[in-house]
């Protein structure tokens, strides 16, 4: 099917209606921390695109064609399903899409996505190293970075290691480092190395007060 044929499907006005919504709640600031719009559509338009007999780039392409106009997790969640069925040149087209996604000004598309990497590829010991690299391999576009850094709290503390020592050396990555590592001893599938973590927090100089700092400290103390 077509974008126009899937639209047909949905019905063109449900399509509108729901994308306009969608498209809004995915902009939230806290989008996929509670609350937020319930949509039936999203999953609706993923069974048509993922449940074709199309070839994977097809799909992959008509993903993002789609997701475009309707941003949300209910969409993108699917993708988990298929991804290891991919081939390696499927692969890197389904990383460039989320990459180009990622370094978007628009909160909106970026959003969803940086929730699905968080619960469906970091979280899963099957796709965590292959995505960490697609997204942190080409450091250039420091956008994406900062979407990865903030749900990296699942990622084995040894792939992210570097990364987080690395810019935790320049003043205006050191409170997304802190949220890192943060997120990384918190969250319930977080990874993190104490030792190396309470060293690495020192030399932020994060400054006292700061919401979550005492909490960090002692979690790290702790461990």
């Known amino acids: 099917m077509t974008k126009d044929e899937i639209i047909a499907a949905v019905g063109n006005d449900a399509f509108?209606?729901?994308?306009?919504r969608l498209r809004a709640d995915a902009a939230r600031p806290d989008y996929g921390r509670g609350g937020g719009v319930s949509s039936e559509l999203p999953?609706?338009?993923?069974?048509?695109?993922w449940d074709s007999d199309r070839p994977a780039t097809e799909k992959i392409k008509l993903f993002f064609e789609i997701y475009d106009d309707v941003p949300s997790y209910g969409l993108s969640m699917y993708s988990t399903h298929f991804?290891?069925?991919f081939?390696?040149?499927e692969k890197a087209l389904w990383w460039a899409g989320v990459r180009e996604r990622l370094g978007s000004s628009d909160a909106a598309l970026r959003n969803p996505l940086e929730y699905s990497l968080w619960c469906d590829y970091f979280e899963n010991t099957e796709t965590v190293q292959e995505a960490w690299q697609a997204l942190t391999?080409?450091?250039s576009d420091e956008r994406i970075l900062?979407?990865?850094?903030?749900?990296s709290g699942p990622v084995p503390y040894q792939l992210k290691r570097a990364l987080y020592e690395r810019l935790a050396e320049?003043?205006?990555?050191r409170h997304a480092i802190f949220e890192a590592l943060f997120y990384s001893a918190h969250d319930y599938f977080g990874q993190i190395d104490a030792t190396h973590a309470?060293?690495?927090?020192?030399?932020l100089n994060i400054p006292e007060g700061t919401p979550g700092l005492m909490e960090l400290e002692s979690k790290l103390t702790a461990a």
């Open 16 to 20: 509108k209606r729901e994308a306009k």
């Open 43 to 49: 999953h609706e338009l993923a069974s048509l695109i």
């Open 83 to 85: 991804y290891s069925e």
């Open 87 to 89: 081939s390696v040149e």
């Open 137 to 139: 391999s080409d450091a």
């Open 146 to 151: 900062r979407c990865v850094i903030k749900v």
């Open 170 to 173: 320049r003043v205006e990555w």
């Open 198 to 203: 309470r060293h690495l927090l020192a030399r």
